[in-house]
Each structure stands twice: as C-alpha cells, then as structure tokens.
Nanobody, 118 residues
Framework: QVQLVESGGGYVQAGRSLRLSCAASGDIVNIWTLGWYRQAPGKQRVLVATITRGSTSTTKYADSVKGRFAIAKDNTENTVYLQMNSLKPEDTAVYYC??????????WGKGTQVTVSS
C-alpha cells in the first residue's frame, strides 16, 4: 500500500507562485510514476504533470501548464513537488497527488485546494 499526503495549497493572486508537496509512505519502492492531477468545480479530473521515480526522471506535462509548472522529486525524502509559476485563475482547482506502481496499482491523495484570484 502507498499513502500520499499533499500540502502547500492556498489562495494566491494571478501571476504569483505556489509549490505543492506530496509525501509518500508505505510501499514506495514499487512506485513507477508519480504525478499531479487537478479538478476544477464542475469539471473532470485531468492530468497536470507526471514524473517517473527512476533515475531518468521522465516528465510529462499538460499543454495548459507547459512552461509554467515544473514537477520534481526527492527520492530520499519520498516527496514529489509541483512548482507552479505564473498562476492563472483557470489554474484554480483541487490538486491531487497520484502514484502508480510497477504492478499498475493506482493511489491518490485527498487533494489540496489551489485558488488563484484575478
């Protein structure tokens, strides 16, 4: 089992930055990919960014956040980060930490609210 706990969400003005953190615990050695999803009110949950846990650290980003967001990880501390720069009101959503193991089991955090004012 893998447990994921997000932190770092909050209320911020457009153009500013936030950094989200996700602490993983449990069977973390079997994690293949870590990432972040978000869900705005009345919308479906969508992928924001992913990163593989291995040394290659392959990253992928949604087109809407490319050039503004950066995903990173610290395997020693079992933490994945989402650095969010140049925030826009349309970034307002609940952000969820995500992990998938090599055996394809999926795990989710409870989410952290990010609100960007215009």
């Amino acid at each position: 089992q893998v447990q994921l706990v997000e932190s770092g969400g909050g209320y911020v003005q457009a153009g500013r930055s936030l950094r989200l953190s996700c602490a993983a615990s449990g069977d973390i050695v079997n994690i293949w990919t870590l990432g972040w999803y978000r869900q705005a009110p009345g919308k479906q949950r969508v992928l924001v960014a992913t990163i593989t846990r291995g040394s290659t650290s392959t990253t992928k980003y949604a087109d809407s956040v490319k050039g503004r967001f950066a995903i990173a990880k610290d395997n020693t501390e079992n933490t994945v980060y989402l650095q969010m720069n140049s925030l826009k009101p349309e970034d307002t959503a609940v952000y969820y930490c995500y992990a998938v193991t090599y055996l394809r089991s999926e795990h989710w955090g409870k989410g952290t609210q990010v609100t960007v004012s215009s």
